[in-house]
């Protein structure tokens, strides 16, 4: 491209930009994070639709007898055209057509006979360039113009000259009524192909807010949008500008659309963009095997050899497989009619020499290959000069005219003066303005950032705040349970129990999605046990389904038995909110919960239900924190409305997307997707422990420290009945004290407490062990607080496990024992 071209591009992209910005009035984002939530929308809107129910919209357009009618059609057409389904698109637009000219509508007529233009270019026909070109300056209404400037602009990106293009944009851009009602349409397809543009030009940040305003500023969000052009086009900026983690999420995206989607091409294109993000991160082996299902001869991703033949061939090279990118090399010579094609002969011809072992003759081709660039490169740059100079001669010139009237006109000159006098008034006040804006936002910026510390600590100490008291209702609820009481003083216990333990839940729902919302929740992937987790949920809710006389059934893949590497703690924490979920609103009939291997190392998780369902006006809100289905539900089944939301979030965490389908009446079914490979190191199984110990009747000596009155009187009830003796103190300074006189077997230790807190005493008891040389007595926090940190900040002060409030006499005796097995002494005991 010549720079006489590129810098009035510049400007006019500059003011389609400013013009676009008025207009919307969205704020723009920068860089990188804008990009990632363009992919974030792309993907989300092209996973809620399909092909299928884009061909059903053109059929009930078909059955309008309006311009909307015809303007969906075309949608349909262009949006069918851009996946490369010639054949399909070609159908829909002699459909258009056809409806235009019952209508007798010569806009969309014309847009017809463009689109059937379009569908030959992309066949090899560029002949047909210079006919879209003309329309594009003499069209007959300024949509078809707009049409017709998209098309060219096309043409030329194509052919490099990019400045060209974007003025051609620019001129549409300026042609279009700001309040017709298509006037979205016309701007959503100019700000595509500026996107493209940009692209070509590496402007990241330009490039993704071009093709932000194409996909939410101006797109018809009635519209099905199965399509996910833009993250392709994200995907191969990203590797242009060398951003190798932002084309593996890009592509990671579109890889995830491609496979389920139902238009075949889109997975060749998927393949594709496989091979060019596996090169840019240096894998000929993953690039050998993203193009491997296609064959020798590509079958039918051949339409795209100009692009996947080099990345194979150098691939092959690389991987030593030297008469393959021979063959390659070959048939890449002879694709003549590709530009692209041949630029890239010469760097495939140096690897194939490179791995034959012939260094020298691989070095002599890349230089003269670099010399050749170098050399066409200056010339552009000599002719891109020449014609800088002379656009300058030509503004010199045109300025000796204006001096000249202005000399001429002595009172129009002090009107240009005192213009621009009030221009820079004004751009003074409006840069004033701007800085004003910037400290507020620096100012609201440190708001927001207190008040999100504010709120991480006001919901640390909230917990800590509820556990405590809820610690003594559970707990006493669970000694009682245990005693010899009458039928109706059982039943008062058994729903104390129940009301503490939905408590429990509700925090810790509460806790979760803080958590998620601030960023603070991260995947811990490990080896697991995928069909024993599978069989635990089950397990858990067996019961509840029986006593609601409801059928549980599990269908688990065999493909997938054994280690898996993933959270298997958050997947049973999504699978327990969904099978929940679905035991609540069904009263009869069978919830099922399926597993299924999926491509590549992907698991397919699925829970149905033959329960109430929802419809669609319901699913749009049923993911979003504190919603239900309708209002009524809230009432009839209970629930916080925190379960979905908290699940779509840990699914997306993972790598997937939790999505739904319903019918009112006939039930739902939820299902996700995430990458879970097979484990490598399979965890030890524990050893058998036989002739185990019964806990309650070892004679354990057991120092509690906790400054609540309660939580003592709660853990003395607890272990009268067994022969451990407990000894109590109010702080940790005293638990210090007293843990220096000896004779303890284990310590349960509070973190909150005044004098000193737990954390400190706890290492204080680790520093007198070491100094004494005396054996690690167990010590378990025994506390009110639950957040990861805080389990952490135990484990770092020295103790051995982390016991959160409210517990049981089950979670207690089994922490104690855990402990106690752990160093070997409970056997003694």
Request: hydrophobic content about 45%; charged content about 25%; aromatic content about 6%.
């Amino acid at each position: 491209m010549s720079l006489s071209r590129f810098v009035p591009a510049v400007f006019a992209l500059f003011v389609m930009l400013c013009g676009a910005v008025s207009a919307s009035a969205q704020p723009q984002s920068g860089g990188d994070d804008d990009a990632l939530r363009l992919a974030r929308f792309v993907e989300h809107r092209a996973s809620a639709t399909t092909f299928a129910a884009l061909n059903a919209f053109g059929e009930t357009a078909l059955q309008r007898s309006d311009r909307e009618g015809l303007n969906r059609l075309y949608h349909v057409t262009w949006t069918t055209l851009n996946q490369g389904e010639f054949e399909r698109a070609t159908v829909w637009n002699q459909r258009l057509a056809a409806a235009a000219r019952r209508q007798n509508d010569a806009r969309y007529i014309d847009i017809a006979r463009l689109n059937a233009l379009t569908i030959r270019y992309d066949q090899g026909d560029e002949s047909v360039a210079r006919e879209m070109a003309r329309m594009a300056v003499s069209g007959r209404d300024w949509f078809v113009r707009a049409h017709a400037a998209r098309l060219t602009a096309l043409t030329l990106i194509d052919q490099g000259q990019v400045g060209e293009a974007l003025e051609v944009l620019e001129g549409a851009e300026a042609d279009i009524p700001d309040n017709d009602p298509f006037a979205a349409t016309a701007r959503a397809g100019i700000w595509e192909l500026a996107g493209m543009g940009l692209k070509e030009l590496n402007d990241v940040l330009g490039a993704a807010t071009a093709f932000r305003k194409f996909e939410i500023d101006y797109s018809n969000p009635a519209y099905p949008r199965p399509d996910f052009d833009s993250l392709y086009n994200l995907t191969m900026m990203a590797v242009q500008v060398g951003d190798q983690s932002g084309a593996t999420r890009y592509y990671a995206a579109h890889h995830r659309l491609a496979v389920r989607s139902d238009m075949p091409s889109l997975k060749i294109y998927d393949a594709s963009l496989c091979a060019t993000v596996a090169n840019a991160r240096e894998r000929p082996r993953a690039v050998l095997a993203c193009l491997a299902p296609y064959g020798e001869d590509l079958g039918e991703a051949a339409f795209l050899a100009d692009e996947v033949l080099p990345l194979r061939a150098i691939a092959r090279a690389r991987t030593g497989q030297t008469a393959g990118a021979r063959r390659d090399l070959e048939r890449l010579r002879g694709l003549e009619s590709s530009s692209d094609a041949q630029s890239q002969v010469a760097h495939v011809e140096a690897e194939v020499l490179f791995a034959e072992g012939r260094p020298d003759e691989a070095y002599r081709v890349m230089r003269s290959h670099m010399l050749e660039s170098e050399a066409t490169a200056a010339k552009r740059f000599s002719a891109g000069i020449h014609q800088v100079t002379g656009n300058m001669q030509q503004q010199l010139t045109e300025r000796r005219q204006q001096l000249e009237t202005a000399r001429a006109n002595t009172r129009l000159q002090r009107l240009v003066i005192g213009i621009g006098i009030v221009f820079l008034l004004f751009a003074v006040g409006t840069l004033g303005w701007q800085w004003r804006q910037a400290e507020r936002l620096r100012t609201a910026q440190r708001r927001a950032e207190e008040a999100n510390r504010a709120k991480s600590e006001f919901l640390a100490n909230m917990s800590h705040e509820i556990r405590t008291p809820l610690n003594g209702v559970v707990s006493m609820a669970d000694s009682l349970a245990r005693r010899d009481l009458d039928p109706q003083e059982h039943e008062m216990v058994e729903l104390i129990r129940s009301s503490g333990a939905t408590l429990e839940r509700l925090l810790s729902d509460i806790l979760d999605s803080a958590k998620i919302e601030s960023g603070q929740v991260t995947i811990e992937p490990a080896a697991f046990d995928l069909e024993q987790t599978v069989s635990d949920v089950a397990a858990l809710w067996r019961v509840k389904a029986e006593d609601r006389h409801v059928a549980l059934e599990v269908a688990f893949d065999p493909a997938l038995t054994g280690f898996v590497e993933g959270d298997g703690i958050r997947i049973r924490q999504v699978l327990t909110n969904l099978v929940s979920n679905a035991l609540k609103f069904t009263s009869e009939g069978v919830v099922r919960l399926s597993v299924e291997a999926g491509e590549g190392d992907r698991v397919t998780f699925q829970v149905s239900d033959t329960g109430v369902g929802f419809d669609a006006e319901q699913k749009s809100r049923i993911f979003s924190r504190f919603q239900q289905a309708d209002g009524s539900i809230t009432r009839r089944y209970g629930g916080t409305g925190l379960g979905l939301a908290i699940s779509s979030a840990l699914v997306e965490l993972m790598g997937g997307t939790l999505d739904c389908e319903s019918v009112p009446g006939e039930g739902s079914a939820f299902w996700f997707a995430i990458p879970l490979p097979r484990a490598e190191h399979v965890p030890a199984e524990p050893a058998p422990v036989d002739n185990a110990v019964d806990i309650t009747t070892a004679p354990i000596r057991i120092l509690l420290a906790d400054d609540h009155p309660a939580n003592r009187k709660v853990i003395e009830i607890m272990l009268a009945a067994t022969a451990m003796d407990l000894v109590t103190v109010e702080d940790g300074q005293q638990a210090v004290d007293a843990f220096v006189g000896g004779g303890f077997d284990l310590v349960l230790m509070d973190m909150q407490m005044p004098v000193m807190d737990g954390l400190t005493a706890t290492r204080a008891i680790r520093s007198f062990e070491s100094g004494q040389g005396a054996r690690r007595t167990p010590v378990l926090m025994l506390t009110a607080n639950a957040m990861a940190e805080h389990v952490e900040a135990g484990r770092q002060a020295g103790a051995d496990g982390h016991l959160t409030k409210p517990v049981t006499l089950a979670s207690l005796f089994e922490a104690i024992s855990g402990a106690l097995e752990a160093e070997g002494e409970l056997e003694a005991a």
